[in-house]
C-alpha cells in the first residue's frame, strides 16, 4: 500500500510522537508498505534517532517565519559544532545551566504565538502544510493518509485529504481538546476533536481512557483503536551504556522531561533523605530547582545532561531502578514507560492517584513497585529496596522478562497497524 503520514512532529524532533512514526515508518516499510512522510524541515540534526530506511521518502516543507528562523539556528550551530568537533579532542559533557534570558525569551514567545495561532507556534504551518498536501496527494495518490497528532495543524490538514476523497486515519495519541489547552482555543479544540471523530475512517489512540473520553463526549462515530506507544525491540539494539554505575548503592535513572505537571520535588527529597541511594537523570532542560538540589547534594543526585535517545535506552537497561513521574492527568502514559518495560528493569512509578494507567500497567505486568508521590511514601520505599539491592533480591517478586510485554514492541504494534491499513483498503 502507498501511504502518506502527515507529521509535524518528525526526526530530527525528539519528541514521543515523532519517535513514535519514525519507528512505525520504519517497521511499516520492512512490512512491504511504500511510505512518504509530509512533515516541517526543522533544521540540523538530531543523534540517536531510529534510522529512517531509504524507502520512507520524506517531504519536508518550510515550518513558517517563527519556526524556519529557529530551522536556520539551527542549522548554523550544527556547522559550528561540526567544525570545532573536527578539531577538538573529547572532554566531558557540558554542565546544564540554569534558565537564562534566550530560554525566557522563546518561552515568552511561544506564549504569545498561542494567542495568534490555533493551537500554538506550529499552526504557522497550516497555510504552507495545505500547499503541499493538495500536490502530494495528487502525485503520490495515496491508498490511506495518516495524520500524526500533535499538533492538531495536521488533524486539519487531515480533513482536507478526507474532503478530496481519500482515506484517512487519525492517530489522536490524545484528545485535541486537554487540560492544558488554551481558554481561548478550547472551543476550536472541541470542533475538531469532534469532526475528526465524525469524518476519519479510524482514530488512533495511545490509552483506554483516552478513548472512552472520545466516546463519551462524541458518542460511537468513527471506530476507535487503542495504539500505545512502544520500545525497541531486542535484537535492533546495538548501542552501549555509556553511564557507568556504582554498584555499592541504590542506581536510580529517570530519563525524560520537567514540567509544571510532572514536579520531581518529593522525588529529590527522598533520595536526599536515604542513605545508600543516588539518582540519575537524564534531561535537556533542568529546572533550578534540580540544580540547586545538585549543588547542595552532589553524592545523591547525578545529572547526566542530555542523552540521545538511543544512548538514553541503553543505560534504562543497566539501571537498577526506572523512576517515573506521574503526570498529573492521571490518563495519559508517557513514552518513556514503554521503552522502561522493554528494558527488563524494575519500575517505581510516583503516583496513585484513581484511573492512573502508569500505576495499573505496572502492577498489571509486576513490573514494579507504585508509590504515593510525597516525600515520605518515597522515602520509605526506598529504603526497602536498597534493603533488597544490599541482599541481592531486588528484583525477586517481579516479572521482567521481554515475553511478558512483547505486545508493545514496535514490530508488533506496527503489525496490528497494518492489518487496520489493510482492512482500511479493503
Not at 13 to 34: D, K, M, T, V
Not at 94 to 115: P, T, V
Amino acid at each position: 500500500m502507498r501511504l502518506l503520514l502527515i507529521a509535524y512532529e518528525f526526526p530530527p524532533s525528539p519528541s514521543p510522537q515523532s519517535l513514535r512514526w519514525a519507528y512505525l515508518c520504519r517497521e511499516l516499510h520492512r512490512l512491504g508498505h511504500e511510505v512518504h512522510v509530509l512533515t516541517i524541515d526543522l533544521g540540523g540534526s538530531t543523534p540517536g534517532l531510529p534510522q529512517l530506511p531509504d524507502g520512507v521518502t520524506v517531504h519536508r516543507t518550510y515550518a513558517g517565519h517563527v519556526r524556519g528562523l529557529v530551522a536556520r539556528r539551527r542549522r548554523h550551530r550544527e556547522r559550528g559544532r561540526n567544525a570545532e568537533s573536527a578539531v577538538a579532542t573529547a572532554r566531558p559533557p557540558a554542565r546544564a545551566s540554569r534558565s537564562g534570558w534566550k530560554q525566557k525569551l522563546s518561552s515568552l514567545l511561544q506564549r504569545l504565538a498561542e494567542f495568534v495561532w490555533f493551537p500554538d507556534l506550529r499552526g504557522e504551518w497550516l497555510p504552507i502544510g495545505r500547499a503541499r498536501l493538495d500536490a502530494l496527494l495528487e502525485h503520490v495518490r495515496p491508498d490511506v493518509v495518516v495524520s500524526s497528532h500533535e499538533p492538531a495543524t495536521t488533524l486539519e490538514l487531515g480533513l482536507r485529504a478526507r474532503a478530496a476523497g481519500f482515506r484517512w486515519i487519525a492517530d489522536l495519541a490524545d484528545p485535541v481538546l486537554a487540560p492544558y489547552t488554551p481558554s481561548r482555543w478550547r472551543a476550536r479544540a472541541q470542533r475538531v476533536e469532534a469532526e475528526v471523530c465524525r469524518r476519519a475512517e479510524h482514530v488512533l489512540v495511545t490509552t483506554p481512557s483516552a478513548r472512552d473520553v472520545l466516546r463519551e463526549r462524541h458518542g460511537h462515530t468513527a471506530p476507535i483503536s487503542v495504539l500505545t506507544q512502544g520500545f525497541e525491540d531486542v535484537g535492533e539494539l546495538t548501542d552501549v551504556c555509556p553511564v557507568e554505575f556504582d554498584t555499592r548503592r541504590l542506581e536510580l535513572l529517570y530519563t525524560g522531561s520537567f514540567y509544571a505537571f510532572r514536579s520531581a520535588d518529593a522525588l529529590l527529597q527522598a533520595v536526599i533523605d536515604t542513605p545508600g541511594v543516588r539518582l540519575n537523570i537524564a534531561t535537556v532542560h533542568a529546572p533550578d530547582a534540580l540544580l540547586e538540589a545538585i549543588d547542595r547534594h552532589p553524592d545523591r543526585i547525578r545529572l547526566l545532561g542530555f542523552l540521545p535517545h538511543r544512548a538514553a535506552i541503553a543505560t534504562q537497561r543497566e539501571a537498577d531502578v526506572l523512576v517515573n513521574l506521574a503526570n498529573r492527568d492521571a490518563m495519559q502514559v508517557p513514552g518513556k514507560c514503554y521503552e522502561y518495560l522493554g528494558a527488563g528493569r524494575p519500575i517505581l512509578h510516583l503516583g496513585d492517584a484513581p484511573g492512573d494507567a502508569v500505576a495499573a500497567l505496572v502492577r498489571g505486568k509486576q513490573r514494579g513497585w507504585v508509590a504515593a508521590s510525597d516525600a515520605d511514601s518515597i522515602a520509605t520505599c526506598l529504603r526497602e529496596l536498597v534493603v533488597r539491592k544490599n541482599a541481592g533480591t531486588l528484583a525477586a517478586e517481579l516479572s521482567l522478562g521481554i515475553d511478558e510485554v512483547a505486545e508493545f514492541g514496535w514490530s508488533r504494534l506496527a503489525a496490528r497497524l497494518d492489518v487496520l491499513l489493510r482492512s482500511q483498503n479493503a
